[in-house]
């Protein structure tokens, strides 16, 4: 949570501490936030130069923009990158709290053979269950339950209430963030004479490090073997993985997508949010698929894909561009039927030319 800043700050002093170069005469700043909340005691940013007329409504008193957008009408700090140069001056204004690490707390529930390893944290009321291996500084915060049989790298912290199911495997310094399931039974149900028989849930899911997962997410364990989520993966919130996928390393999955069973893909691949996949299918690395696609087959390396079903984009264009047009095309087409129609009823003006 941040706190209030403590002292205030220059214009110019903020130059110094982000390498920026200041415009405009200098002036004592309290804070840092969007073009729409500053005050005239507040330092805010425009990241391109073609939203610099969004700075007429914003009543803030200085600007930090790219280099080469003064003079301005107020005081400015040209940097070479305004969203890093941003974060930090909002990190010395509104420094997080700190967090002192507290330990093990008495009131977890920890199995007595669970291992943890130096310097980990184990917040009040979080379950850690049998044969459970935390590695060094991993934290587990109130609420999560991790069971048994779990491995967590170093690093890692478990965010409250997430549930990593028996034999999750989880890399370093990963992040899952609150409400998050890892581990639960895949959707695999074989219709029988007596109804619905589930299959097989004798897997477990691999996270490898560096992945974030985020909240309300949902992976499923495999089948017979894992599923796996590759190491630099980013999962955002509400995304559902199904049993025995593979994503590759570096994916990027934003909120409300749905993979369904068996899927793989490569590295670097982007899905937009609510994009659906089928079960069975590959998509290649860097490969992206465009907001609310659904993908029914394989989608090439590098490929860009939209719409449901799923196309190359530039087919896709032409798609919507077509239907675009398709109001004027009716009229049009309404015409020359009234024509042709008079036509072949020997009083259009083709048959008085004749």
């Known amino acids: 949570m941040a706190v209030t800043p403590v002292t205030p700050v220059t214009l110019g002093s903020l130059a110094a501490h982000v390498g920026g170069t200041p415009l405009g005469g200098d002036l004592v700043l309290r804070d840092a936030t969007t073009l729409e909340l500053a005050g005239p005691d507040h330092v805010t940013l425009v990241d391109h130069a073609d939203k610099l007329h969004l700075l007429a409504k914003s009543r ?13 009408d107020r005081p400015s700090l040209e940097v070479a990158d305004v969203h890093a140069a941003f974060t930090a001056v909002i990190m010395l204004l509104r420094p997080p709290r700190r967090r002192l690490r ?37 934290t587990i915060h109130s609420g999560a339950r991790i069971g048994s049989g779990c491995r967590i790298g170093a690093g890692t912290e478990i965010l409250p209430n997430a549930v990593l199911y028996e034999g999750t495997l989880v890399g370093d310094r990963c992040t899952i963030h609150a409400g998050a399931v890892i581990g639960a039974h895949g959707f695999g149900y074989k219709p029988t004479p007596d109804g619905y028989r589930l299959s097989a849930q004798l897997g477990w899911v691999e996270i490898g490090p560096d ?9 499923d364990r495999g089948t017979y ?16 993985i199904a049993h025995n996928v593979r994503l590759g390393r570096h994916n990027m ?14 590295d670097w691949v982007v899905m937009a949010g609510q994009v659906g996949v089928r079960d069975h299918v590959h998509i290649g690395d860097r490969a992206v698929l ?6 029914s087959n394989d989608v090439e390396p590098g490929k ?23 109001p004027e095309m009716r009229k049009e087409l309404k015409q020359l039927a009234a024509r042709l129609d008079a036509v072949e009823r020997g009083a259009g003006p083709a048959a008085d030319a004749a």
């Open 290 to 295: 465009g907001a609310r696609s659904g993908v």
């Open 225 to 240: 073997g894992p599923t796996v989520i590759g190491a630099g993966t980013k999962l955002d919130n509400l995304v559902m």
């Open 102 to 138: 507290t330990g093990v707390s008495p009131q977890a529930a920890i199995d007595p053979s669970a291992r943890l390893a130096a310097d980990v944290e184990v917040h009040a009321f979080a379950t850690v269950g049998a044969d459970v291996e935390l590695g060094p500084g991993a």
């Open 211 to 219: 992945v974030e997962i985020g909240a309300n997410t949902t992976i």
């Open 60 to 72: 803030a008193g200085a600007v930090i923009v790219p280099v080469g957008c003064g003079p301005l």
């Open 304 to 326: 860009t894909v939209l719409g449901e079903p799923a196309i190359d984009l530039r087919d896709r264009k032409l798609q919507l561009a077509t239907m675009s047009k398709l």
């Open 253 to 266: 999955i934003c909120s409300q997508v749905g993979v369904a069973g068996s899927t793989t893909t490569g």
